[in-house]
């Protein structure tokens, strides 16, 4: 029988510190879709829907944030079937779809949840979610982002936008404050109590 005495998951002490947010800690983490969630490719059919592949990891990563008291929050610049679909199957209470300025429509959504940029984490990969990233306490990118997105971020992860850099990027974050072994210590216990 194998048993987890200690989680396996290890990130650098310095990244913990800036994943922490710069004021009470991070509450709330923004999502891209396209090349974030997704591997950032679109696949169009002759009728004209989309078709978008999602990595199972990120998706459970997103509702580990959840339960671990963070936001999750979604802001696309595109607005389709299928990722209102994946927001939906996902139990995402805030997402905002077919934005072309994220910031804008960011700041109305913290204001009602009283959160300070500070304590906000962001991870996106391309040119419009610059003005995300350059404002949240915490920015992230996937392997695969633009440059430019990369030059800003205080991670950037190993991995690619819809093969598992979101689920990277919630795990850090559970990691930073403290929550991610209680987490999956919850996910141990059976319903016979073992």
């Known amino acids: ?59 459970h990563g997103l509702k580990l944030l959840a339960q671990g008291g963070i936001l999750p929050v979604v802001i696309t610049g595109r607005d389709s079937p299928a990722v209102r679909r994946r927001v939906a199957d996902l139990g995402l209470t805030h997402a905002l779809f077919g934005v072309s300025d994220k910031l804008a429509a960011a700041q109305p959504l913290l204001d009602a949840q009283g959160i300070d940029w500070a304590d906000v984490a962001a991870i996106g990969d391309d040119w419009p979610d610059l003005p995300l990233l350059c404002r949240a306490g915490f920015a992230a990118a996937p392997a695969n982002a633009h440059p430019e997105v990369t030059a800003v971020a205080d991670h950037v992860s190993a991995l690619r936008g819809g093969e598992g850099a979101a689920r990277e990027f919630c795990d850090l974050l559970l990691v930073a404050a403290g929550r991610y072994e209680r987490l999956l210590r919850g996910h141990l216990q059976t319903l016979d109590g073992r």
């Open 1 to 59: 029988m194998h048993e987890i005495t200690t989680p396996a998951l290890r990130f650098e002490p310095e990244l913990l510190l800036k994943a922490q947010g710069q004021g009470l800690g991070v509450k709330l983490a923004i999502f891209d879709v396209d090349g974030v969630l997704t591997d950032g490719r679109l696949y169009i059919g002759e009728t004209g829907e989309s078709f978008k592949a999602f990595h199972a990891l990120d998706g």
